[in-house]
């Protein structure tokens, strides 16, 4: 722990950290441009340089480079250092174009704020400028070569911290070059991190492209939506419009940087189908007739068939506001018809997950700095990006990383895969639950033995598990498993991939509670005669779509709470329009059972650019704000309960009722949030087994998330579908020959929900006697779910 | 003597009031009679062109942040070219102070005042100048100023080509 | 019968020419006001209503008589109401006892040209003066504003510091003129004015007026720059108006007053007496207008320095040297 002086103040800090974060410590800032937390030190741009009077080390050296070692004097701002740092201002403005005002950096450039820290004004050197020609880097990042300075934070984000391989630095002395060899969109899922990381213009968002300067943007601390892993994101918006999403640092979530899908998935607040409008049989009527309607409605049911016959559901997407006051309103209508997830499996499966011990569950943090990851049926980069981006971290750090899955997962780091077919995963989970005895499945004892012993043996053992394929008996077995490769120095712990940002916090909530299945049976049956729908989409989310669409038809009345136009919003009697998560507060817990609120960036409205038909904003005075209805879930459900919509009142009232949430009164949208007091109870036996019996000649369709088309709300913003693929189906070789089918050519699918014509992909590391298709939305692949136990199917040439 | 000075000091002001009760007044009647405004005079804003006859206004909201009022709003695009522009420009001269400083601020002097100060309306939408009001047909005051020409970004030249620039570099090639 | 009913027709008649004279003059008098001021800066002044402006007083009553009358919300309503009425009223009041010409002789009657001759008109004027306090300072405290509250204490504090001052300044022309009739302190001023024989007291009276009438260099009542617009900060429309007429009327009474008191009346040679009078009248006018075109305002402690510490001690000096000089002259 060494202790030195920084301009007369005395800091002591961690043995191997450098005279620049000692510095940060004190709250001084030494301007730097290369140097980045999570990246590190290179000393690329000389202008940290402070000035060393006593010490092992003496006279200008760059602070990001030299570790702060004992008896060191450091005088960050003499005037021989300003000058020095003024003189590297200059010469890195050498080649730069001075087209501030064209640029997409302006305002937010640090180059921009260390030249005018450093009284450069006027350009001295008349020797001719450097020039690269751009190149094209896809929809998401504009290139402008012309402003580089050479700091090499791109390359070491891209290459070093994300794992992509096809940007890098080319050329040589002064004509460095920070590209692609060729034109083209950039592979890396995380590519959109360089936005963040670029110290000036040279890649910037194109989806933002021009649309606002930072001073003109409304920000706010928000939580991305996307995933259940709640990234620490900030929003802008401007003129009603959200415009890009930012990362936020959250040391214990997502670090500082976010993926692609999150950074990009924002245009659904702003999709010009978006309803707006409260809704009454599809025609528009004011908010005060829409609730008298509901009101009138639910009291009418209520006398005629008891109040058993009103169901009530939530999703992963509401806010733990929306589901509280969901449960809360159940119990005032005397129902206890409440469900929180459409899909049984996936609800199942975040019970059994939110029942984990809490010292057992891992957050992204722990994962990277884990040294053995076992992920069992996860596949992060489609169904939680940031965590491949954790494990490439660990990877980087010496972490053994193995993939068991039957699909071809892909990281962006050196891993072990074996492709295992989704039935002896669970086997293989039970095998690894009774570590000592080796009860593994036949072709599996080598790989079972081998990660039994590799999981007692590390030192911070993790076991990851996709709920969507684990299925609850799955997680469950993966519980135990972790249970049983613990040790009391060496605790093995558990991350859970569930399906949306909130799925733990309506698992909490849901206790013994009855699961969708169980709803629709009473739909069916006649016994449940409304439906409400707090931002769920039962049509969509619930796996067999035939039956779902049969029951919701002979509701009486089917009520949605939405921000988008689901499917379930086209069968719906009432609609109600709430707001997206940008614009309005809540909580959200993330998938390990870490509680982060979120504040509103901006006020509902039609954006300017869709109501002013893309002109000037109209000519004419007026007190409405065009599309501005929507209001937040659990305001909505507040004023049908006839209560205050203060959200400090109700986080206090949900944590008096609820120990579990205690501190959520105190939480800062800021700060790092909060882990949930204990987990829940509950156990499996409770629920009737829903996994089936599977013919084993059979070819098996299983249905898989991707990265971009899967999540509902990231698939409604444009700037993705660019990057969304086709409709295809995953054949392993053997099949494709077996089938006599070629890659790339229509193939026609026999599914339980019919025939589908897709692309054939061939993939040799996945599993064989398997198709694997992905969900992707506003496809024909549509209806088909992820998170089901594999369907029977067949294949052969369109 | 401080006594003679005070009773002086309060006698005279009377006398140089009373002079100038018969000193023809330096105000004109306005409608009647109107000055013209030196050069310089800070009126009406337009946003002038380039020598090649091409919005100079890019858009940067510069002037927007400059606005100690608030009047100048904007939506910047992007044209086939990759010129920035202007998609909508919109003053609101009921609020406008004429202080200027959005033409200080103004990186490519596209927005320059005029001396045109007759801007009253009875209705208020009359002093709201959308950008095709704004816009006029010549340099304004700095005839020979193009941005783009000296900022390298290769939009009004290609790239590379504008003056004091070295070829676009060949990444490529190791040698020098 | 015949007389008294010849005495109340003339009475009438007298009231309805001083009231019509001085209510057009009053607003003459902002015109003029306006113009000189405009002048005296090198500017126009008022010349868009009419030849010159002359219509100018016209257009602002009917702009004031058009606008929306405001009550604050939490005004005290009928105070309110009642302050402009009060300060504008006392200033017409003080009329009734002021002699503007020589007493007419027609058909063998002497007709006294002033409408009510009142044998203690020069404490009546005085009561009066001190009435018109009561319209600032209650407009001030109704309105519930802390501008007009302190407006209206300012004015309360610097009246009846310079009412004392405007008292003694008196005292010495009642004991020269042995009357408290202002017909006969008028007659007293043969062949000198008051001015002349004294000028101490006319100099405090001059300056104590100009205090009472709250103008500039006393204007602190109202000052724009500390309190906006003072005790009529929350006036609009004909309320305000009254105020503001009631400034002028109140500037035309105390022209009047100087004259007769200190001027000599409508004695003056040549011209008709009433001639005489209404252009002592007027220049005393035109002087107040000419001090606000000179002097700044003071500082509100050098206002009540001022007024208890040099007048009030040169007020009760002077009376003890007129009193001493008039024993000596028997």
């Given at each position: 722990?060494?202790?030195?002086?920084?301009?007369?103040?005395?800091?002591?800090?961690?043995?191997?950290?450098?005279?620049?974060?000692?510095?940060?410590?004190?709250?001084?800032?030494?301007?730097?441009?290369?140097?980045?937390?999570?990246?590190?030190?290179?000393?690329?741009?000389?202008?940290?340089?402070?000035?060393?009077?006593?010490?092992?080390?003496?006279?200008?050296?760059?602070?990001?480079?030299?570790?702060?070692?004992?008896?060191?004097?450091?005088?960050?701002?003499?005037?021989?250092?300003?000058?020095?740092?003024?003189?590297?201002?200059?010469?890195?403005?050498?080649?730069?174009?001075?087209?501030?005002?064209?640029?997409?950096?302006?305002?937010?450039?640090?180059?921009?704020?260390?030249?005018?820290?450093?009284?450069?004004?006027?350009?001295?050197?008349?020797?001719?400028?450097?020039?690269?020609?751009?190149?094209?880097?896809?929809?998401?990042?504009?290139?402008?070569?012309?402003?580089?300075?050479?700091?090499?934070?791109?390359?070491?984000?891209?290459?070093?911290?994300?794992?992509?391989?096809?940007?890098?630095?080319?050329?040589?002395?002064?004509?460095?070059?920070?590209?692609?060899?060729?034109?083209?969109?950039?592979?890396?899922?995380?590519?959109?991190?360089?936005?963040?990381?670029?110290?000036?213009?040279?890649?910037?968002?194109?989806?933002?492209?021009?649309?606002?300067?930072?001073?003109?943007?409304?920000?706010?601390?928000?939580?991305?939506?996307?995933?259940?892993?709640?990234?620490?994101?900030?929003?802008?918006?401007?003129?009603?419009?959200?415009?890009?999403?930012?990362?936020?640092?959250?040391?214990?979530?997502?670090?500082?940087?976010?993926?692609?899908?999150?950074?990009?998935?924002?245009?659904?607040?702003?999709?010009?189908?978006?309803?707006?409008?409260?809704?009454?049989?599809?025609?528009?009527?004011?908010?005060?007739?829409?609730?008298?309607?509901?009101?009138?409605?639910?009291?009418?049911?209520?006398?005629?068939?008891?109040?058993?016959?009103?169901?009530?559901?939530?999703?992963?997407?509401?806010?733990?506001?929306?589901?509280?006051?969901?449960?809360?309103?159940?119990?005032?209508?005397?129902?206890?018809?409440?469900?929180?997830?459409?899909?049984?499996?996936?609800?199942?499966?975040?019970?059994?997950?939110?029942?984990?011990?809490?010292?057992?569950?891992?957050?992204?943090?722990?994962?990277?700095?884990?040294?053995?990851?076992?992920?069992?049926?996860?596949?992060?980069?489609?169904?939680?990006?940031?965590?491949?981006?954790?494990?490439?971290?660990?990877?980087?750090?010496?972490?053994?990383?193995?993939?068991?899955?039957?699909?071809?997962?892909?990281?962006?780091?050196?891993?072990?895969?074996?492709?295992?077919?989704?039935?002896?995963?669970?086997?293989?989970?039970?095998?690894?639950?009774?570590?000592?005895?080796?009860?593994?499945?036949?072709?599996?004892?080598?790989?079972?033995?081998?990660?039994?012993?590799?999981?007692?043996?590390?030192?911070?053992?993790?076991?990851?598990?996709?709920?969507?394929?684990?299925?609850?008996?799955?997680?469950?077995?993966?519980?135990?498993?972790?249970?049983?490769?613990?040790?009391?120095?060496?605790?093995?712990?558990?991350?859970?991939?569930?399906?949306?940002?909130?799925?733990?916090?309506?698992?909490?909530?849901?206790?013994?509670?009855?699961?969708?299945?169980?709803?629709?049976?009473?739909?069916?049956?006649?016994?449940?005669?409304?439906?409400?729908?707090?931002?769920?989409?039962?049509?969509?989310?619930?796996?067999?779509?035939?039956?779902?669409?049969?029951?919701?038809?002979?509701?009486?009345?089917?009520?949605?709470?939405?921000?988008?136009?689901?499917?379930?919003?086209?069968?719906?009697?009432?609609?109600?329009?709430?707001?997206?998560?940008?614009?309005?507060?809540?909580?959200?817990?993330?998938?390990?059972?870490?509680?982060?609120?979120?504040?509103?960036?901006?006020?509902?409205?039609?954006?300017?650019?869709?109501?002013?038909?893309?002109?000037?904003?109209?000519?004419?005075?007026?007190?409405?704000?065009?599309?501005?209805?929507?209001?937040?879930?659990?305001?909505?459900?507040?004023?049908?309960?006839?209560?205050?919509?203060?959200?400090?009142?109700?986080?206090?009232?949900?944590?008096?009722?609820?120990?579990?949430?205690?501190?959520?009164?105190?939480?800062?949208?800021?700060?790092?949030?909060?882990?949930?007091?204990?987990?829940?109870?509950?156990?499996?036996?409770?629920?009737?087994?829903?996994?089936?019996?599977?013919?084993?000649?059979?070819?098996?369709?299983?249905?898989?998330?991707?990265?971009?088309?899967?999540?509902?709300?990231?698939?409604?913003?444009?700037?993705?579908?660019?990057?969304?693929?086709?409709?295809?189906?995953?054949?392993?070789?053997?099949?494709?020959?077996?089938?006599?089918?070629?890659?790339?050519?229509?193939?026609?699918?026999?599914?339980?929900?019919?025939?589908?014509?897709?692309?054939?992909?061939?993939?040799?590391?996945?599993?064989?006697?398997?198709?694997?298709?992905?969900?992707?939305?506003?496809?024909?692949?549509?209806?088909?779910?992820?998170?089901?136990?594999?369907?029977?199917?067949?294949?052969?040439?369109? | 003597?401080?006594?003679?000075?005070?009773?002086?000091?309060?006698?005279?002001?009377?006398?140089?009031?009373?002079?100038?009760?018969?000193?023809?007044?330096?105000?004109?009647?306005?409608?009647?009679?109107?000055?013209?405004?030196?050069?310089?005079?800070?009126?009406?804003?337009?946003?002038?062109?380039?020598?090649?006859?091409?919005?100079?206004?890019?858009?940067?909201?510069?002037?927007?942040?400059?606005?100690?009022?608030?009047?100048?709003?904007?939506?910047?695009?992007?044209?086939?070219?990759?010129?920035?522009?202007?998609?909508?420009?919109?003053?609101?001269?009921?609020?406008?102070?004429?202080?200027?400083?959005?033409?200080?601020?103004?990186?490519?002097?596209?927005?320059?005042?005029?001396?045109?100060?007759?801007?009253?309306?009875?209705?208020?939408?009359?002093?709201?100048?959308?950008?095709?009001?704004?816009?006029?047909?010549?340099?304004?005051?700095?005839?020979?100023?193009?941005?783009?020409?000296?900022?390298?970004?290769?939009?009004?030249?290609?790239?590379?080509?504008?003056?004091?620039?070295?070829?676009?570099?060949?990444?490529?090639?190791?040698?020098? | 019968?015949?007389?008294?009913?010849?005495t109340f027709i003339l009475i009438v008649i007298k009231l309805g020419l001083v009231l019509g004279t001085v209510l057009?003059?009053?607003?003459?008098?902002?015109?003029?006001?306006?113009?000189?001021?405009?002048?005296?800066?090198?500017?126009?002044?008022?010349?868009?209503?009419?030849?010159?402006?002359?219509?100018?007083?016209?257009?602002?009553?009917?702009?004031?008589?058009?606008?929306?009358?405001?009550?604050?919300?939490?005004?005290?309503?009928?105070?309110?109401?009642?302050?402009?009425?009060?300060?504008?009223?006392?200033?017409l009041l003080?009329f009734a006892v002021?002699?503007f010409?020589?007493?007419?002789?027609?058909?063998?009657?002497?007709?006294?040209?002033v409408v009510c001759?009142?044998?203690?008109?020069?404490?009546?004027?005085?009561?009066?003066?001190?009435?018109?306090?009561?319209?600032?300072?209650?407009?001030?405290?109704?309105?519930?504003?802390?501008?007009?509250?302190?407006?209206?204490?300012?004015?309360?504090?610097?009246?009846?510091?310079?009412?004392?001052?405007?008292?003694?300044?008196?005292?010495?022309?009642?004991?020269?003129?042995?009357?408290?009739?202002?017909?006969?302190?008028?007659?007293?001023?043969?062949?000198?004015?008051?001015?002349?024989?004294?000028?101490?007291?006319?100099?405090?009276?001059?300056?104590?007026?100009?205090?009472?009438?709250?103008?500039?260099?006393?204007?602190?009542?109202?000052?724009?720059?500390?309190?906006?617009?003072?005790?009529?900060?929350?006036?609009?429309?004909?309320?305000?108006?009254?105020?503001?007429?009631?400034?002028?009327?109140?500037?035309?009474?105390?022209?009047?007053?100087?004259?007769?008191?200190?001027?000599?009346?409508?004695?003056?040679?040549?011209?008709?007496?009433?001639?005489?009078?209404?252009?002592?009248?007027?220049?005393?006018?035109?002087?107040?207008?000419?001090?606000?075109?000179?002097?700044?305002?003071?500082?509100?402690?050098?206002?009540?320095?001022?007024?208890?510490?040099?007048?009030?001690?040169?007020?009760?000096?002077?009376?003890?040297?007129?009193?001493?000089?008039?024993?000596?002259?028997?």
């Amino acid at each position: 722990m060494p202790t030195l002086i920084i301009d007369n103040q005395t800091v002591t800090v961690p043995e191997g950290t450098n005279v620049l974060e000692a510095a940060k410590r004190l709250g001084i800032e030494i301007p730097h441009f290369c140097h980045h937390e999570a990246l590190g030190s290179v000393g690329a741009c000389r202008l940290c340089a402070v000035e060393f009077r006593e010490g092992p080390v003496k006279g200008i050296q760059m602070s990001c480079m030299v570790p702060a070692k004992d008896g060191m004097v450091v005088d960050t701002g003499s005037a021989e250092v300003l000058a020095y740092r003024a003189q590297v201002i200059e010469w890195l403005m050498t080649n730069h174009p001075h087209d501030c005002p064209v640029c997409d950096e302006g305002g937010e450039c640090q180059l921009q704020d260390m030249t005018v820290a450093g009284g450069h004004g006027i350009r001295r050197y008349t020797g001719p400028k450097r020039t690269y020609q751009n190149q094209n880097l896809g929809p998401f990042i504009a290139h402008e070569m012309n402003r580089c300075i050479q700091c090499y934070r791109c390359v070491r984000t891209y290459q070093d911290y994300c794992g992509g391989t096809d940007f890098g630095v080319l050329g040589s002395r002064q004509r460095l070059y920070f590209g692609r060899f060729s034109d083209g969109p950039l592979e890396s899922p995380f590519a959109g991190n360089l936005i963040d990381v670029c110290p000036t213009g040279v890649l910037t968002d194109k989806t933002y492209r021009f649309k606002s300067r930072i001073w003109d943007l409304q920000e706010a601390p928000s939580i991305c939506p996307h995933c259940s892993l709640g990234c620490a994101v900030t929003p802008g918006a401007r003129y009603r419009q959200l415009q890009r999403r930012r990362a936020r640092t959250n040391n214990r979530t997502n670090g500082h940087f976010i993926c692609d899908r999150g950074r990009f998935g924002y245009g659904y607040a702003n999709h010009p189908d978006r309803p707006r409008y409260p809704l009454l049989g599809h025609r528009r009527v004011t908010w005060q007739e829409a609730l008298a309607a509901l009101q009138n409605k639910l009291q009418e049911l209520g006398e005629l068939f008891g109040p058993g016959s009103i169901g009530l559901l939530t999703s992963s997407r509401a806010t733990l506001e929306t589901q509280f006051l969901t449960k809360r309103w159940a119990a005032a209508l005397g129902s206890d018809q409440l469900c929180f997830e459409a899909h049984p499996g996936r609800d199942l499966g975040a019970r059994v997950a939110a029942s984990q011990r809490l010292d057992r569950t891992a957050s992204l943090e722990d994962v990277r700095n884990c040294d053995l990851a076992v992920l069992i049926g996860a596949d992060p980069l489609s169904e939680a990006p940031m965590l491949a981006l954790a494990l490439r971290q660990a990877a980087r750090r010496g972490a053994r990383i193995v993939v068991v899955d039957p699909r071809p997962v892909e990281l962006p780091l050196a891993y072990e895969r074996h492709a295992v077919s989704v039935e002896k995963l669970g086997q293989l989970l039970r095998g690894l639950s009774r570590p000592q005895q080796s009860e593994f499945p036949s072709s599996m004892e080598e790989l079972g033995g081998s990660l039994a012993s590799a999981l007692l043996a590390a030192k911070s053992p993790l076991l990851i598990g996709g709920t969507d394929l684990l299925g609850p008996q799955g997680t469950e077995a993966m519980q135990q498993a972790a249970e049983a490769c613990s040790q009391p120095e060496t605790p093995c712990r558990t991350m859970f991939l569930l399906a949306g940002p909130n799925s733990f916090g309506g698992a909490l909530l849901s206790a013994e509670g009855p699961c969708f299945s169980s709803l629709l049976e009473g739909m069916e049956q006649g016994r449940i005669k409304a439906l409400l729908c707090f931002e769920a989409d039962p049509l969509a989310d619930y796996p067999d779509r035939k039956r779902s669409r049969a029951a919701l038809a002979r509701l009486d009345m089917l009520a949605v709470f939405d921000c988008a136009a689901t499917a379930t919003l086209q069968e719906a009697d009432l609609f109600f329009p709430t707001t997206a998560v940008e614009e309005s507060t809540g909580t959200l817990i993330n998938n390990e059972g870490r509680m982060q609120a979120f504040e509103q960036v901006f006020s509902a409205g039609t954006p300017l650019a869709e109501s002013a038909g893309g002109s000037h904003p109209p000519r004419f005075f007026s007190r409405d704000i065009p599309g501005s209805e929507p209001q937040s879930a659990w305001g909505i459900l507040g004023a049908l309960m006839g209560r205050s919509a203060d959200l400090l009142t109700l986080r206090s009232e949900i944590e008096k009722n609820d120990h579990r949430f205690a501190g959520l009164s105190q939480l800062e949208a800021r700060g790092e949030g909060r882990r949930i007091a204990a987990p829940r109870q509950y156990s499996l036996s409770h629920q009737p087994n829903i996994s089936g019996i599977m013919g084993s000649d059979q070819l098996q369709l299983l249905v898989t998330e991707t990265l971009y088309g899967s999540e509902l709300l990231s698939n409604l913003s444009s700037c993705l579908h660019e990057s969304t693929p086709s409709a295809f189906v995953m054949l392993h070789p053997q099949d494709a020959a077996r089938f006599k089918l070629e890659e790339g050519k229509k193939v026609l699918l026999g599914t339980p929900v019919g025939d589908l014509t897709l692309t054939l992909r061939i993939a040799g590391d996945m599993v064989p006697g398997m198709a694997i298709v992905p969900r992707l939305r506003g496809t024909v692949l549509e209806p088909l779910v992820p998170g089901t136990e594999p369907l029977p199917c067949r294949i052969e040439k369109a | 003597m401080s006594l003679w000075r005070d009773i002086r000091g309060t006698i005279l002001p009377f006398w140089v009031t009373l002079r100038y009760l018969f000193r023809r007044p330096v105000t004109v009647c306005y409608p009647e009679r109107k000055q013209t405004p030196a050069p310089r005079y800070r009126g009406r804003l337009v946003l002038t062109r380039d020598p090649d006859g091409e919005e100079r206004c890019v858009a940067c909201h510069l002037c927007s942040a400059a606005c100690p009022v608030d009047c100048i709003s904007m939506q910047a695009a992007e044209r086939e070219d990759g010129r920035r522009h202007a998609a909508w420009f919109r003053i609101n001269f009921s609020r406008c102070i004429f202080c200027g400083l959005c033409t200080e601020a103004c990186p490519t002097l596209a927005l320059q005042m005029t001396s045109e100060y007759e801007l009253a309306s009875r209705e208020l939408l009359q002093v709201i100048y959308e950008k095709d009001e704004l816009l006029i047909d010549g340099c304004g005051k700095n005839d020979g100023y193009n941005f783009y020409r000296l900022a390298g970004i290769g939009v009004a030249a290609p790239r590379g080509s504008n003056p004091g620039e070295t070829p676009p570099v060949d990444f490529r090639s190791n040698l020098p | 019968m015949n007389d008294v009913l010849l005495t109340f027709i003339l009475i009438v008649i007298k009231l309805g020419l001083v009231l019509g004279t001085v209510l057009s003059l009053a607003a003459y008098m902002v015109l003029a006001e306006r113009k000189i001021l405009g002048r005296m800066q090198m500017r126009h002044g008022p010349n868009r209503v009419g030849p010159f402006g002359l219509l100018q007083p016209l257009a602002d009553l009917i702009k004031l008589l058009c606008k929306e009358d405001l009550i604050p919300e939490r005004a005290d309503r009928w105070v309110f109401m009642l302050a402009p009425a009060i300060s504008t009223v006392t200033a017409l009041l003080a009329f009734a006892v002021i002699p503007f010409a020589a007493p007419l002789h027609l058909f063998g009657r002497t007709i006294p040209m002033v409408v009510c001759d009142l044998n203690v008109g020069l404490l009546y004027l005085f009561a009066l003066s001190s009435l018109a306090v009561y319209g600032v300072a209650l407009g001030g405290w109704a309105s519930q504003s802390k501008y007009a509250l302190l407006g209206g204490l300012r004015a309360m504090a610097q009246m009846i510091s310079y009412e004392l001052a405007m008292g003694l300044a008196i005292v010495p022309v009642v004991m020269a003129s042995k009357s408290f009739s202002l017909t006969a302190i008028v007659a007293a001023q043969q062949p000198w004015p008051n001015a002349i024989r004294h000028p101490l007291a006319f100099l405090i009276f001059v300056i104590a007026i100009m205090a009472e009438s709250k103008r500039t260099p006393f204007d602190m009542p109202e000052a724009e720059n500390e309190l906006v617009a003072g005790f009529h900060t929350e006036y609009s429309g004909m309320r305000f108006g009254m105020f503001f007429v009631g400034e002028y009327l109140n500037l035309i009474v105390l022209g009047a007053m100087l004259t007769v008191l200190f001027l000599g009346g409508w004695h003056g040679p040549l011209l008709p007496s009433v001639c005489w009078f209404l252009i002592k009248v007027l220049g005393v006018a035109f002087f107040f207008i000419w001090v606000r075109g000179t002097m700044p305002r003071l500082r509100y402690d050098q206002l009540m320095a001022f007024g208890w510490k040099i007048l009030v001690p040169l007020g009760l000096l002077n009376i003890l040297v007129t009193a001493a000089w008039l024993l000596w002259r028997g």
